[in-house]
């Protein structure tokens, strides 16, 4: 069992950056892995994946301004977000799939760390 534990959200004006951190056991080298978020009033969406393999995908909303990368060192997840607006307002929680592809049931969730952006 996967256990994740987020850190790193804050409040920001728009235009700003923050660094998103989830600490991981060491397994999740092999894992998928992503961030999603929910904002109030709104259904969870998929910010960001990357495969066992290191492949990243975002969601069309995040392109050119958020990043995911592994960190195999420290067994952390990381999602950099630069130029952040409004509504990337949200609680954002890290997941994990048992597989390195990204085509399983995400299985591991962790407690999330809300984003505040302000205008």
């Known amino acids: 069992q996967v256990q994740l534990v987020e850190s790193g959200g804050g409040s920001v004006q728009a235009g700003g950056s923050l660094r998103l951190s989830c600490a991981a056991s060491?397994?999740?080298?092999?894992?998928?892995m992503g961030w999603y978020r929910q904002a109030p009033g709104k259904e969870r969406e998929g910010v960001a994946t990357i495969t066992g393999g290191g492949r990243p995908t975002y969601a069309d909303s995040v392109k050119g301004r958020f990043t995911i990368s592994k960190d195999y060192a420290n067994n952390t997840l990381y999602l950099q977000m630069n130029s952040l607006e409004v509504d990337d307002t949200a609680m954002y929680s890290c997941?994990?799939?048992?597989?390195?592809?990204?085509?399983?049931?995400?299985?591991?969730w962790g407690q999330g760390t809300q984003v505040i952006v302000s205008a």
């Open positions: 997941a994990a799939q048992p597989a390195p592809s990204c085509n399983s049931r995400w299985s591991n």
């Open positions: 060491d397994i999740f080298r092999w894992y998928c």
